[in-house]
């Protein structure tokens, strides 16, 4: 882990959370054990993620984004899937409007109790 760039991250949203919130737009999926949160990133908007407990995979069906985490700068342009591991935490700057999609396994409905299940409290 590049403790660096993580510290950076953390430095990031702190000035972010002090700047006016952009909206996004985010939409539930549900099927059998499977959630889907899907979030509409609007261009030139800049967010950071929560910290996941959990290993998922993502999608970004539509768009271009950078995206940072303590393994480095990433470049995504769709059709994109990758995988997010526990303890991670990730800067996005939507190049373009981005729709990222993140997929859970679980029973539950409730997208406040998922949020339990698969963040680290903040």
């Not at 929560?50 to 290993?55: C, D, E, G, I, V």
């Not at 373009?96 to 409290?121: G, Q, R």
Request: glycine share 6%; with cysteine.
């Amino acid at each position: 882990m590049n403790v660096a760039l993580q510290s950076n991250i953390y430095k990031a949203q702190d000035v972010m959370l002090a700047m006016p919130q952009a909206e996004t737009e985010v939409t539930h999926h549900f099927a059998d054990g499977i959630y889907a949160r899907e979030l509409l990133i609007p261009a030139g908007v800049c967010l950071v993620g929560a910290l996941h407990k959990t290993n998922h995979l993502f999608t970004v069906s539509e768009g271009e984004c950078v995206a940072v985490t303590h393994e480095g700068r990433e470049e995504i342009k769709a059709p994109y899937m990758g995988q997010t591991h526990p303890g991670m935490k990730r800067v996005i700057y939507a190049i373009t409007d981005t729709v990222w999609t993140t997929f859970h396994v679980t029973e539950e409905t409730d997208v406040d109790k998922i949020a339990n299940e698969i963040l680290e409290a903040v």
